[in-house]
C-alpha cells in the first residue's frame, strides 16, 4: 500500500473501517444475534482492520516530530498504557457478562480515534482525501 499512498492517507481509511466493523458488530448484538460464528468472524474483522492504522499512526506520528523522534515514541508508549488503563478501569464499572460492553467501547474508542485524527488533520491542514486523489505514489 505504502507504493501508492502514504501514511496519512491510509491512516483515516483503516480508522473507518474499525469504525464500521464495531458499529456493525455493535448492531449484531443489539439485534440479539449472538452467534458464535458471527460475532467471531465480525470481530476478527473489525481488529483485522487495525493493521491499517497501527504502524501508520506510528510513521505519521515519527514524521510530526523530526528530531525528536525518541520523545514521540516514549510518548505514544505512555498514552497507550493511559488509555489501556482508563478503558479497563471503564470497563470494570460497565462490564454485565455479556458481550455488548466490551464492543460498545471498543465502538467508542474507535469513534474517539476518528475524531482526533480527523481534528489533528485540520490543524495539520492536510485533506487526506483530496491528496489521496492527487498525490499517489504509483510508479511512472
Known amino acids: 500500500l505504502l507504493n501508492r499512498w502514504r501514511e496519512y492517507q491510509i491512516l483515516p481509511v483503516g480508522i473507518a473501517l474499525h469504525v464500521a466493523g464495531g458499529l456493525v458488530l455493535s448492531g449484531v448484538l443489539l439485534a440479539g444475534i449472538e452467534s458464535l460464528w458471527v460475532v467471531t468472524a465480525l470481530l476478527f474483522l473489525t481488529m483485522s482492520f487495525l493493521s491499517l ?7 505519521v506520528a515519527m514524521n510530526a516530530a523530526p528530531g525528536q523522534t525518541g520523545s514521540a515514541s516514549s510518548l ?6 493511559v ?3 482508563v478503558a479497563g478501569v471503564i470497563m470494570g464499572f ?3 457478562g ?3 460492553p466490551p464492543v460498545i467501547l471498543l465502538t ?3 469513534i474517539g480515534a476518528l475524531l482526533s485524527g480527523w481534528y489533528a488533520s485540520r490543524q495539520a491542514g492536510v485533506d487526506s482525501m483530496e491528496e489521496t486523489l492527487t498525490d499517489s505514489r504509483a510508479p511512472e
Open 53 to 59: 492504522v497501527f504502524g501508520n499512526v506510528v510513521a
Open 108 to 110: 467508542a474508542c474507535a
Open 83 to 85: 488509555f489501556g488503563g
Open 76 to 81: 505514544l508508549g505512555v498514552l497507550q498504557y
Open 98 to 100: 455479556t458481550l455488548l
Open 94 to 96: 460497565v462490564h454485565d
